[in-house]
C-alpha cells in the first residue's frame, strides 16, 4: 500500500515551453501533498505544500508564478513549470502525506527528471 | 524553524559489517522522525519511522533510536549487504506544522562486497 507515481518520469523540453507533472496517490487518499525539487548530490528541497481544494502555500524563495501548482482531487496535485529555463532542470519530486495515527507519513513518488535545452 | 544535521555525509563499511547514521535536531515540537533510502535516479523510500513516545524500533535489519533529552536520532543497519547501498536522509517534523519535514542532508552509504 501507500504508493505514489508520478508522471512524466523524464521530460526534456525546449527553453520557453511549459511541462506539467502529474503526482498522484494510488491507494489512499492524500490531503497534503508536497513538492520537492532535488539538485544532484544534494538534499531535498521543498517548494510548496499542496492541500485539496486550496491554494498552495510555497517556501520563500519560490516563484508561484513560475511554478504552478494544482491540487484538485484528494489523489492527484499537479506542478506546472511555466516559460521553462535551463536552470529549471532538475530532479522534481513529489510526496504525499497519509494521516495515520498521531503522526503523518510521507509518502514519495519516484521522480520526475526535466531537462530544458 | 527547524535544523537537522545529519553525519556522517559518506559510510563506507565492508559486507555484514554494521552503519551508524546519525541526526540531531533543534526543535523540541518534532515529534516525528522517519528515515528514507534513496536510490539512484528514483524517490525516496521510507524505511522506518518512530515517534517521539518511543526510544526505539526495530523492523529486521533496521533499527532506529531516539534520545529526545539531546535531540537526536539513529538509523542502525545491521548485517550489512551491497544493495544496502544508497543515500540515506533523516527527517523531522512535528504535528502542527501542515506536516512538513525537514530533511537532512544526506549520508551515501557504500556496501562493499
Known amino acids: 500500500g501507500a504508493v505514489v507515481s508520478q508522471h512524466p518520469s523524464w521530460v526534456i523540453c525546449k527553453s520557453g515551453t511549459s511541462v506539467k507533472i502529474e503526482c498522484r496517490s494510488l491507494?489512499?487518499?492524500?490531503?497534503?501533498m508536497f513538492w520537492y525539487r532535488q539538485f544532484p548530490k544534494q538534499s531535498l528541497m521543498l517548494m510548496a505544500t499542496s492541500n485539496e481544494g486550496s491554494k498552495a502555500t510555497y517556501e520563500q524563495g519560490v516563484e508561484k508564478d513560475k511554478f504552478l501548482i494544482n491540487h484538485a482531487s484528494l489523489t492527484l496535485s499537479t506542478l506546472t513549470v511555466t516559460s521553462a529555463h535551463p536552470e529549471d532542470s532538475s530532479f522534481y519530486i513529489c510526496?504525499?502525506?497519509?494521516?495515520?495515527?498521531?503522526?503523518?507519513?510521507?509518502?514519495f513518488g519516484p521522480g520526475t527528471r526535466l531537462l530544458v535545452l | 524553524g527547524e535544523n537537522v544535521e545529519q553525519h556522517p555525509s559518506t559510510l563506507s563499511v565492508q559486507e555484514g559489517d554494521s552503519a551508524v547514521i546519525k541526526c540531531t535536531y533543534s526543535d523540541s515540537a518534532s515529534n516525528y522522525f522517519p528515515w528514507y533510502k534513496q536510490e539512484l535516479g528514483k524517490g525516496p523510500q521510507l524505511i522506518i519511522d518512530i515517534r517521539s513516545n518511543v526510544g526505539e524500533k526495530k523492523d529486521q535489519r533496521i533499527a532506529v533510536t531516539l534520545n529526545k533529552t539531546a535531540k537526536h536520532f539513529s538509523l542502525h543497519i545491521t548485517e550489512t549487504q551491497p544493495e544496502d547501498s544508497a543515500v540515506y536522509f533523516c527527517a523531522a517534523s512535528y504535528n502542527t506544522n501542515a506536516g512538513k519535514s525537514t530533511f537532512g542532508d544526506g549520508t551515501t552509504l557504500t556496501v562493499k562486497p
Open positions: 510526496s504525499a502525506r497519509e494521516l495515520r495515527g498521531r503522526g503523518e507519513t510521507q509518502y
Open positions: 491507494d489512499f487518499q492524500a490531503t497534503t
